[in-house]
């Protein structure tokens, strides 16, 4: 997983931030470009590792912060839970940050093996601390201090090589590996960034040497895994948790960014790289509807588990194996983006056809992608000066620019080119 990274900071869709090897991998494998996950990092790995949607697991509000008394619930079974049944070896490297409040939350006793990265959402890429204390902790031991000066990125990378190259090839393995960039505090090793001293902006130069440096450290695990030969029998996902922060990232043309609901907050950059995808799927971009919480079920299947025991678990994720690797039609239809219940608007200064409804509250701060169609509701990051409580449409779904028009009953018109729009009150 990486983190904080743009729609627009990758190089196969054009940005100006190298980065080869994600390019290549991303060629040789499948591109995921109508996937949604969440608006920010705590929702989307707890998703991501339990198949569960953020509203039942009490993350719709957004991070975990430090101190807070709230973590993954620990009744909910994590992947690495579910795999080590299957008898696979389970290593987390990187981000954790779904909660570290007590023994029971921490890597180690939600079914990994072994944990080496820092537990919370963010600290100092060199010194691995925040400003409450060293974040760096092999298992549930704090080492923060024997690696000061070592950057974070090549850390990961390293004990991610290590693993590989240590790890007995007659067992199965599963590894998650979740950078720690391209997330605050901006910092990079000079060489990279010197690569960009064209870019007068400061935190996009440095965030675009976060990008770079990170994309060489993937590189250098996929080199381990062909040295180790576990590649051909390797199955590669690459996901961020959200859209590129506003400081420092790029979504275009997507409207938005981290934190918020519209498109360049939610639709993720990921793709799938693996000697099991059909041949007529390498190379392709696949623009089935797809979310982060289908990983788990996908995961699963990969390993052997059989049908109707994932359908027998109370997922919301579905099983994506075969659209990712055969390009068939998606099981999904929908995505809930996110509802949150306690975010309402509290005053309305205008008259709002749709405020008094027998449906729902569209006070709510809510997003839903329902086939080709969107609808946002409540307070959203940016305030938009257009039309209220209209719903716009898809017509274009190959490209990544998408036009919308307005329905005839509501009046209004809306032109805009770079986001979708159905109902928004502020």
Known sequence: MIDDVGWNDVGYHGSSISTPHMDTLAKEGTKLENYYVAHLCSPSRGMFLTGKHMIHLGMEGGIIMPFERKCLPVNEATIAQELKLKNYSTHAIGKWHVGYYKKACLPNNRGFDTFFGIIGGCADHYTHKNTHWWELYRNNISIAQEYQGHYSTDLYAREATNVIRNHDASKPMFMYLAFQAAHLPLQAPRKYIDMYSNIEDPDRRVYAAMVTCMDDAIGNVVDQLREAGLWNNTVLIVSTDNGGAKISGNNWPLKGSKASLWEGGVRGVAFVTSPFLADHVRGTSNHQLMHVTD??????????????????????GVNQWNTISENRQTERNDVLINLNVNRKVKHVHYEEPWLDNEHFDVRIKSALRLGNWKLLTGSQVYKLHACHGVACQYTSTDDMECHYTSTDDMGCQYTSTDDMISVHIY
Request: proline share 5%.
């Open 295 to 316: 990983w788990f079920p996908t995961m699963l299947h990969v390993a052997g588990v059989y049908s109707d025991v994932i359908k027998s678990m109370t997922l919301d």
